[in-house]
């Protein structure tokens, strides 16, 4: 194309200058080798499953939720996070979150899209697509919301619209990194968030966060969307990180 002469294609994993798109095939590549392969359907947790076990879908998801989700299921019904967290996604997640890469949230929002468009089946897309919100202090601090960019990047490629009428406060917390255990960061995040104003009519939701840790965070908020009536919750998250 005259257009890709005039404006070469640049690749925003490894800058990579070309007439490929973006990312380039290497990146892809790289990003391939990220997937997880069978994941539960509700946590997105990776399974190891073995040949006869439960048959794998054809995304990756497995039929049945992990041993967790059965005896404590989560607040939300499904999780989307189709990447482990490591290089080069972890690399392109710190240039969104830590340097306000602009650049860097639109090609990550792209990718999970992508993936949540492969996944979604007959699902119909949610009423409202919504970035974890960030504490009032946490936003002053960082000029910028990640999440609420990379909410609106992924709105955008899947062709839906902003809802009106959402609030949702979050109180201050020391940050999840701070606390050791699987409790430590559920009682850290608890009542956190609190919805002030939520239209009525929008009943499903996806909730977007860049990486998906123990998943305190999208439950506390997914915990606050329920009682405020809404029905079915998906989290969406470009990462998951390894369960330890
Ligand atoms: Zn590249
Ligand atoms: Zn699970």
């Known amino acids: 194309?005259?257009?890709?002469?005039?404006?070469?294609?640049?690749?925003?994993?490894?800058?990579?200058?070309?007439?490929?798109?973006?990312?380039?095939?290497?990146?892809?590549?790289?990003?391939?080798?990220?997937?997880?392969?069978?994941?539960?359907?509700?946590?997105?947790?990776?399974?190891?499953?073995?040949?006869?076990?439960?048959?794998?879908?054809?995304?990756?998801?497995?039929?049945?939720?992990?041993v967790a989700c059965l005896s404590h299921p989560p607040p939300f019904d499904r999780v989307?996070?189709?990447?482990?967290?490591?290089?080069?996604?972890?690399?392109?997640?710190?240039?969104?979150?830590?340097?306000?890469d602009l650049a860097a949230a639109a090609a990550l929002g792209r990718l999970l899209a992508r993936?949540?468009?492969?996944?979604?089946?007959?699902?119909?897309?949610?009423?409202?697509?919504?970035?974890?919100?960030?504490?009032?202090?946490r936003l002053l601090y960082r000029g910028f919301n990640h999440a609420a960019e990379l909410a609106a990047i992924v709105r955008r490629s899947l062709g839906?619209?902003?809802?009106?009428?959402?609030?949702?406060?979050?109180?201050?917390?020391?940050?999840?990194?701070?606390a050791e255990s699987v409790a430590e960061r559920l009682a850290n995040v608890d009542g956190a968030f609190t919805i002030r104003r939520w239209p009525p009519d929008i009943r499903e939701v996806a909730i977007v966060d860049d990486v998906l840790t123990t998943g305190a965070t999208a439950s506390a908020m997914a915990g606050a969307l329920r009682d405020r009536?809404?029905?079915?919750?998906?989290?969406w998250c470009c990462a998951r990180t390894p369960l330890s």
């Open 1 to 66: 194309m005259v257009q890709d002469r005039v404006f070469p294609r640049c690749c925003s994993l490894c800058g990579e200058i070309g007439p490929h798109e973006d990312p380039c095939p290497d990146c892809v590549r790289s990003l391939d080798a990220l997937l997880h392969g069978t994941a539960c359907p509700r946590c997105a947790a990776p399974l190891m499953v073995t040949a006869g076990e439960v048959a794998p879908t054809a995304v990756g998801f497995s039929l049945t939720p992990c």
């Open 229 to 235: 009536g809404v029905e079915r919750i998906e989290v």
């Open 160 to 178: 839906l619209g902003t809802v009106r009428g959402v609030r949702i406060d979050r109180r201050h917390t020391p940050p999840q990194a701070k």
């Open 115 to 137: 993936e949540v468009n492969a996944r979604r089946g007959a699902t119909p897309p949610p009423g409202a697509v919504i970035g974890v919100p960030l504490s009032r202090r």
């Open 80 to 100: 989307v996070a189709p990447w482990s967290f490591a290089p080069p996604l972890s690399g392109l997640i710190h240039r969104m979150k830590y340097r306000r």
